[in-house]
């Protein structure tokens, strides 16, 4: 039970303890959600969701296998990319469909979509209808 408890908790808790030692602008950035989705304090609305801009990773709640193993990475990936930042920038951009806040982000001055495409966990994506992530699989 403590091992499972950790697994879950424990990198939700090390996503809040890593504002302690970086630097943030604009939104604060105190848990992943998922590879493109986080969870923020930002100084006009507060505690917010916000969805990053400019790419698109799998989802949780996948179609296939390949797609949740990929969704589980980009999820870490991120995280790893937050917890070792210097400077993370979280600029609001407006809201999506969802209510979520639309959010620039950079760590240590690159996009993070530039990171998460680069490792291959992301597309580059600017609105309209997303592909799937299964391929032959769904």
């Known amino acids: 039970m403590i091992v499972g408890a950790s697994v879950i908790f424990g990198p939700v808790a090390l996503d809040a303890a890593s504002l302690t030692w970086r630097q943030s602008e604009g939104c604060k950035v105190w848990m992943v959600v998922d590879g493109d989705t986080v969870k923020m304090t930002c100084p006009a609305e507060g505690y917010v969701s916000g969805r990053i801009l400019g790419f698109d990773t799998p989802e949780m709640k996948s179609r296939c ?20 930042a210097g400077k993370v920038v979280a600029t609001p951009r407006g809201k999506d469909r969802y209510g979520r806040v639309l959010t620039l982000m950079t760590v240590d001055d690159e996009l993070v979509g530039t990171r998460m495409v680069g490792a291959g966990l992301a597309r580059w994506y600017d609105g309209g209808k997303r592909r799937s992530w299964c391929g032959a699989d769904g």
């Open 65 to 84: 296998p390949t797609e949740l193993v990929m969704a589980v990475s980009a999820t870490f990936y991120l995280r790893w990319q937050l917890w070792t």
